[in-house]
């Protein structure tokens, strides 16, 4: 079983619309959680930190819930510009990478 | 501020043949990464160093990759021989000693390796 498990899409929506991704995590020593974001053909950049009290960053918001090992990345009023492979990341040692969940904003 | 510096860009080599892949740290980062992004996939660590030693390097084949980091600053990146099984994009990464509330890594702009 990975220790990172992502739904890889991917998500079609129209510019405006709210989209969701959910992740799961299986080492429960996992310390921490962030959302990366990987542009086509580029390095992944920190898009935000993840805590259990909820997280938000403008459209983005970023949820945790411990006991389920659940971790989730609510988008609202998606631009073209979202479009990109949203990771998702524990961190023990060193930081767990997801398989990514492709989105594409359509006009 | 400069950012992580990776060489080369692109590789393409047969199966059996050997590639090196070099690597320069955000200056004042203490911890540099290997990671291998196959394609779809998210990227997969294969050494961490802190300094000049090694911290983690359990998912190193070390059959065949081998990673150094001389003087703490600068790193390199071995496979040999490659397998076909070899491509990917070999990012680099560092960051300042690692706050669980940062998770902060900044990543290079990677190297593709193209094994034939």
């Known amino acids: 079983r990975k220790e990172v498990e992502q739904d890889p899409g991917p998500f079609n929506v129209p510019e405006g619309a709210t989209v969701a991704f959910n992740c799961t995590y299986s080492n429960s020593a996992s310390q921490s959680f962030f959302w990366y974001r990987q542009d086509c053909r580029k390095e992944p950049k920190l898009l935000m930190s993840?805590?259990?009290s909820g997280n938000e960053d403008g459209r983005f918001t970023a949820q945790l819930n411990r006991a389920s090992q659940y971790i989730s990345l609510l988008i609202r009023d998606s631009k073209l510009s979202d479009s990109a492979t949203y990771l998702c990341?524990?961190?023990?040692?060193?930081?767990?990478f997801g398989s990514g969940t492709r989105l594409q904003v359509q006009p | 501020e400069a950012g992580v510096a990776q060489s080369p860009r692109y590789k393409i080599i047969e199966k059996r043949q050997s590639v090196a892949f070099w690597c320069n740290p955000i200056?004042?980062?203490?911890?540099l990464y290997w990671y291998q992004q196959i394609l779809g996939q998210g990227p997969k660590l294969l050494i961490q160093f802190q300094n000049n030693g090694v911290v983690d390097d359990s998912q190193l084949p070390k059959d065949r990759f081998s990673a150094e980091r001389l003087k703490g600053v600068d790193s390199t990146l071995k496979i040999q021989p490659a397998k076909l099984e070899d491509s990917a994009v070999y990012l680099c990464?560092?960051?300042?000693?690692?706050?669980?509330?940062?998770?902060?890594?900044?990543f290079g702009e990677g190297s593709r390796l193209t094994v034939l």
């Open positions: 990464a560092s960051s300042s000693p690692l706050r669980p509330d940062t998770g902060e890594l900044f």
């Open positions: 993840v805590y259990s």
């Open positions: 990341v524990a961190l023990r040692r060193a930081l767990t």
């Open positions: 200056s004042g980062h203490a911890t």
